[in-house]
């Protein structure tokens, strides 16, 4: 199983930008997506879910309203929309993969995920 970020780079404040995540090695689209990151200094943290189940999505409460999570099957692709985005939302930002479903209190361990993908930088700044 392999996964592929990228779309991070440089924006202003109230800025957007829109990651992705290409997965390849799971049978069909039998995967579930997490998106995290980690900030220098800080924990990884959960930032959006995608499950395999088309519409079944989470955010963490300081995302909602501002990121989106969709997915394109066709290409095995997840994508983050991140909108209004903070200087707080600076950080790398990771997406992992796992075969199981998870729930909402589940969803944001990152041991949960066994795979990972490489990381991109996402940085807003003026």
């Known amino acids: 199983v392999q996964l592929q970020a990228s779309g991070g780079g440089l924006v202003q404040p109230g800025g957007s930008l829109r990651l992705s995540c290409t997965v390849s090695?799971?049978?069909?689209?039998?995967?579930?997506i997490g998106w995290f990151r980690q900030a220098p200094g800080k924990e990884r943290e959960g930032v959006a879910y995608?499950?395999?189940?088309?519409?079944?999505?989470f955010y963490a409460n300081s995302m909602k309203g501002r990121f989106t999570t969709r997915r394109d099957n066709a290409k095995s692709t997840v994508y983050l929309q991140m909108d209004s985005l903070k200087p707080e939302d600076t950080a790398v930002y990771y997406c992992?993969?796992?075969?199981?479903?998870?729930?909402?209190?589940?969803?944001?361990?990152?041991?949960?995920?066994?795979?990972w993908g490489q990381g991109t930088q996402v940085t807003v700044s003026s």
């Open positions: 992992a993969a796992t075969s199981e479903s998870k729930i909402l209190s589940s969803w944001r361990s990152p041991q949960g995920y066994a795979w």
């Open positions: 090695g799971f049978t069909g689209n039998a995967y579930n």
């Open positions: 995608s499950s395999r189940y088309q519409g079944r999505t």
